[in-house]
């Protein structure tokens, strides 16, 4: 259709486009899994600013001090393919700029003052569990390995949290009693969509995905008791 777009150096290349939604509903499914009451938690890999480094300073001496350092800290993460971002703005207190990179879920945030310089050190801050260490100067090379290590404890998390919330019902009973606590439910059906419709209307649960290697022949439906042909996920939709 020749959709264009211009990019940040305002180049312009034709748009990648599908048609299914999907693009929303990962991004609604990503910060559903991972954000808190803090605001989003972003893994690294999709954060549009991965490390924001917080200056913190009172007046212009410590200004003059901080900033050369902070530039210094900037440049290394870049050449590090780090997306990174310095929040220079004034009138604003460090506290709530440390609130406002929680909100906004940057996986990784830089605090530092004239005492981190006076011990060759910053502050770490990490979205996803809270976390503070210092490190020194030379160690701002292994932020890299960080963000590497936060995107797997992330999917770590959200891989077992599916787990435990996943299981296998055969017995439409149960399902109905199972469905008001909520969680995903590998149920056997037998393929006809009126069954399906029978199910959502009871129940307010719907087939949400069909796995891959999902066919199954050796079971029964579990609303009809025909011969079953998958077993997919049902859930409820919020």
Known sequence: FEVKFADKDNVEHFAWQTSWGVSWRLIGAMI???????????????????????????NDEGKDI???????????????????????????????????????GVPIRIEIGPKDIEKQSVVIAKRHDGEKVSIGFSDIEKIPLMLEEIQGIMLEKAQKQSKENTIFISDYAEFKSRI??????????????????????????????VPFNSEDTTQKCIYCGEQSVSIPIFARGY
């Open 180 to 209: 008001e606590k909520g969680g995903f439910f590998n149920s056997p059906w037998c393929g006809k969509v009126q069954c399906e419709d029978k199910i959502k209307e009871e129940t307010g649960a719907e087939i949400r995905v």
């Open 66 to 104: 901080v900033l050369p350092k902070v530039n210094e800290i900037e440049e290394k993460l870049e050449s590090l393919n780090i997306r990174v971002h310095v929040d220079d703005r004034e009138g604003l207190s460090p506290g709530y700029k440390f609130n406002d990179w929680e909100l906004k």
């Open 32 to 58: 559903m899994i991972h954000g808190d009451d803090k605001g989003l938690v972003l893994p690294p890999k999709v954060a549009p600013m991965q490390v924001v480094i917080v200056p913190i300073y009172r």
